[in-house]
């Protein structure tokens, strides 16, 4: 998890640009950061070292080293030496690094490298023809502990590396040997990970029978492969567990429950699943490694264990033993790319850990697949930095799709006994549990906690070890307190012991992730899971059921069918997702009449009697408002159908489709149907097929004319084009295409057109096909652009949308006012009124959910401003999520143009491309884009 990106109080400072790119977009400011830190790094100071290690010299000798590693975070003194050449005087002797003196390996003080050099030479001597010396690193950072965020990218990165160490004499190198320089010895790069993997799998083949497979599980951004090893007593392990216990589990848990309980079921292993996301938070990484190392070769882990009563006491854990009950799952990391560039984020500037539920990132989707595949007991997201080592579960507000009945005991027990033996083995001497800090600070409000006590729930499924959790894993997330050695060993430690408890617990626990099943098997709403369902006051408020007798439907229907579906193309991409999920799909084979509507046959069908039914309702359900709290980690809203814009129905008549539909195990996106032969065709414009059709008939110089007015069968907004150009894309994407006759259509003909933007927006527009650049001067449109006064006053098209937009418009607009939070990113699904005389919203309904993350709303506009939206004066406006004081901003203005004094803005209070996952409203980013740019009538 970590913190939120809003820095509250630059609100009392001057607006700059630059402020609000760090305060409104973190990653944006991590570029620009890198970039200027890219500069002052060794700069001319000091001379850049060289990494390269020269082949040995005729008369070099061999510098003897008793240890080739120094650590940027631990003083180390390494005995150096070797066989003078004859007639050499020992003063003459100097060292070099990397080809640089070693006075200008300078420590980093104040911002730059200009304090004391860190690496020194000490009691240099010479014995029978032999010179040994000390050679001392101390800490090139000043600090023993390289969490600080400015010490990460590019610091430590960039200095890490294998150098040259070399006596010198009269500038001739006389011995030399390479030498390492790591933040701290544990510390692997990425491109270490696999010749390791390989090194001690071959080691482990040699010594034991253990099983160990590595594979690639899909790739990053930027092509690296994502490892994950299975690790387990022996191949029958695994075979049994994928062939026999999964499927039991996921199909018939009540019987495995009972052949566990009698014996009849027999040897069986469950899997631990250990991970690692943050790979900037770097000893996650280095702990899965160096864990993995011990599982693979030895026999033994030893480890002291402070348990609550005080009694220190020695746990060693037979590994053969282990082994007997457990297997292990080692994701070292899902973000290859944030390794290289010791990055949170993945290449795309995406935070993964915002990701899981959402899934619009090959990383995230890789892994929540995996977990899909393997439903791990446990699930360890090994994480940086909390300085009192927090270890989940979390405070309230809770998600109500999760049994947490059947975790939270265990998940608490398995906390404490990870930070009872993280600390006890290294210098750390606190660990907390913000749940049991939040529940000591609820039952006793004069209790103190030293931990966090709120504000770090799980209410959202994005974060990966929550997303496991609906999977029946006791899902934790570890903050270590610090980047270094040490608090590698206290992941270690911490992982040792959860191993420890998961094989003395394991029929128990493995009976409550059964239990979990089975619920879902029964479509059970389980009121034991309503008391950990507290508001903001601590009462309970269980599930919100909104008067249902069960807070699960008995089935999600996703029509395919123009007449009842608004966008099929996402509603098939939901059902990808659903079975990349491990959620089940059916199809109706006949025409089924269900709460009002009749589907037709080959209607999707989500029988929610399912052991993954909780997967399901995550991302259908309605979701929760939880504005009462002061605050919320994350992100909450889920409601794909919303996000995404498709039709779907909860059916909560049980047993409708029983015996009227097939099981879906694989499905594929349909291709455009084209109509009967005319000149033109019209593409209605319903989803994001559309804008990347349109783009890329636009940039092979095809005419696209963009519909002004709605006519029968059309509405201002869509497209028209010649059949001919659009007929060999048809295969390529999902679209709504009628005839439009042989006369010329009347509206706008599109030009290719150039959009700048920075960013997430820039994200998003390069995945519709539009060209973006950062070049304003020669971009066509701005998108949320800084600096832009000249050229827009100039009559360069602007938009602008969510708070910092609107600040960005502010002063380019008479009377144009806004409200809602400054900073704060309140987050909500809102019901709003769509003008239907306009390019840019005529396309959706005349009511429509929209999304907000920042709880914005326009309260004040010029006569000449036309409006595009308001948002529902209707008191049930607000459906779900994380918005204080919502109220307010019913009935208010969510959209407009103005045009006027040469100016061309478009203007939308809420946030459009936010996390990419608002899917459903990049259209009208799009459209807006279309409208604004030149073209011809
Ligand atoms: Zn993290």
């Not at 650590?71 to 004859?86: D, G, Q, V």
């Not at 930027?222 to 029958?236: P, Q």
């Not at 070769?297 to 005080?310: I, R």
Request: aromatic share 10%; hydrophobic share 35%.
């Amino acid at each position: 998890m970590g913190t939120k990106p809003i820095v509250k109080f630059c609100l009392a400072l001057t607006i700059s640009a630059a402020m609000l790119l760090q305060i409104t977009a973190p990653h944006m400011a991590m570029a620009d950061a890198a970039q200027r830190a890219k500069s002052t790094l060794l700069n001319d100071k000091q001379s850049q070292p060289t990494k390269t290690i020269s082949t040995q010299g005729e008369n070099t000798r061999t510098l003897k080293l008793d240890n080739n590693v120094a650590s940027m975070t631990k003083k180390r003194t390494i005995k150096a030496r070797f066989k003078l050449p004859k007639g050499t005087n020992i003063k003459k002797i100097r060292w070099t690094y990397g080809g640089k003196p070693l006075s200008e390996w300078k420590s980093y003080k104040n911002g730059d490298y200009n304090g004391a050099p860190f690496i020194t030479v000490t009691q240099i001597k010479a014995e029978n023809g032999e010179v040994t010396a000390n050679i001392n690193f101390g800490l090139a950072y000043g600090t023993e502990n390289l969490a600080e965020p400015s010490l990460q990218r590019p610091l430590y990165a960039s200095l890490m590396g294998t150098y040259e160490l070399a006596a010198v004499v009269n500038g001739k190198t006389v011995a030399r040997a390479p030498m390492k320089l790591v933040p701290y010895d544990s510390f692997r790069t990425y491109d270490e990970l696999k010749p390791e993997i390989d090194a001690i799998t071959a080691q482990a083949a040699q010594k034991n029978n253990r099983y160990i497979k590595t594979m690639s599980i899909g790739k990053s951004v930027e092509g690296r492969d994502i490892y994950m090893t299975v690790l387990a007593k022996d191949k029958a392990t695994i075979d049994k567990y994928q062939n026999v216990t999964h499927p039991d589990m996921l199909n018939h848990p009540a019987k495995l429950e009972n052949d566990i309980k009698s014996g009849a079921f027999g040897d069986y292993q469950v899997p631990i699943w250990i991970n690692n996301i943050h790979p900037n938070e770097a000893p996650g990484f280095d702990a899965i490694i160096n864990y993995f190392k011990t599982m693979a070769l030895d026999k033994n882990v030893t480890y002291k264990t402070t348990p609550s009563n005080g009694k220190s006491s020695t746990v060693t854990l037979n590994l053969d033993d282990a082994l007997d009950h457990v297997f292990f799952l080692f994701l070292y990391t899902e973000n290859p790319d944030g390794r290289v560039h010791t990055e949170r984020s993945n290449a795309e500037y995406f935070d993964l850990n915002r990701d899981n539920s959402y899934q619009t990132q090959p990383e995230t989707r890789s892994i929540t697949e995996q977990i899909a595949r393997w439903s791990p007991i446990s699930f360890l997201d090994l994480h940086g930095f909390d300085k009192n080592f927090l270890i989940e579960p979390t405070t309230p507000p809770h998600n109500p799709n999760i049994e947490y009945d059947l975790l939270m005991d265990n998940m608490v027990e398995q906390a404490k006994v990870m930070g009872e033996a993280g600390i006890a083995n290294t210098k750390y001497d606190y660990y907390h549990i913000p749940y049991e800090e939040h529940r000591k600070t609820a039952e006793n409000p004069k209790y103190v906690s030293k931990g966090t006590a709120s504000g770090w729930d799980d209410a959202s499924p994005a974060y990966t070890a929550v997303f496991a959790m609906h999977h029946g894993a006791m899902g934790h997330t570890l903050e270590t307190p610090e980047s270094n050695e040490e608090s590698t060993k206290a992941l270690y430690y911490s992982v040792a012991a959860a191993t420890d408890y998961v094989m003395e617990k394991k029929e128990k626990l493995f009976l409550n992730q059964l239990k979990i099943y089975e619920r879902g098997i029964n479509n059970m709403d389980d009121h034991a899971v309503d008391r950990y369902l507290v508001n903001a006051k601590n009462q309970v408020i269980g599930r919100p059921r909104h008067g249902n007798k069960n807070f699960f439907p008995e089935y999600y229907v996703l029509p395919t069918d123009k007449s009842l579906q608004k966008n099929p193309l996402e509603a098939y991409r939901m059902i990808e997702y659903f079975i990349r999920n491990g959620v089940k799909v059916e199809r109706s084979t006949k025409a089924v009449s269900a709460a009002g509507k009749t589907y037709p046959a080959g209607s999707f069908i989500i029988n929610m009697h399912q052991a993954t039914h909780g997967i399901a309702n995550m991302v259908l359900y309605d979701g929760i408002d939880v504005s009462d709290y002061a605050s919320v980690a994350g992100e909450i809203v889920q409601d794909f159908p919303v996000l995404r814009g498709f039709e779907c129905d909860a059916i909560r008549e049980a047993g409708v489709f029983a015996g009227k539909t097939s099981p879906v195990t694989s499905v594929s996106i349909p291709a455009t149907q084209m109509p009967n032969h005319s000149a033109y065709v019209l593409i209605r414009n319903t989803n994001n097929d559309v804008i990347k059709t349109v783009n890329e008939l636009l940039k092979s110089g095809k005419a696209v004319t963009m519909l002004s007015k709605s006519g029968t069968g059309y509405e201002a907004g869509d497209f028209a084009v010649a059949y001919d150009d659009l007929h060999p894309l048809a295969s390529k994407y999902d679209l709504d295409v009628t005839a439009f006759g042989n006369n010329r259509p009347v509206g706008k003909v599109l030009k290719p057109s150039t959009v700048a933007a920075l960013g997430e927006p820039a994200y998003v527009l390069k995945n519709l096909g539009f060209k973006v650049t950062d070049d304003q001067q020669h971009a066509d449109v701005l998108v949320n652009t800084f600096d832009s006064d000249k050229l827009v006053e100039k009559g360069k098209p602007y938009i602008a949308y969510g708070n910092m937009g609107m600040v960005n418009v502010k002063n380019w607009i008479p009377q144009f006012a806004f409200a809602g939070p400054t900073w704060e990113r309140y987050e909500g699904v809102f019901l709003a009124n769509i003008k239907q005389d306009h390019v840019i919203t005529a396309p959706y309904d005349s009511e429509e959910y929209f999304y907000t993350v920042t709880g914005s709303y326009i309260t004040k506009l010029p006569k000449a401003a036309k409006v595009l939206a308001t948002i529902s004066n209707k008191e049930n406006f607000f459906k779900a999520g994380w918005w204080p004081g919502h109220d307010a901003a019913r009935g208010k203005i969510m959209a407009f143009t103005y045009k006027e004094n040469k100016k061309n803005l478009t203007v939308f209070s809420n946030d459009l491309t936010n996390g990419a996952h608002s899917q459903q409203q990049f259209r009208l980013l799009a459209n807006s884009i279309f409208n604004a740019v030149a073209g011809k009538y």
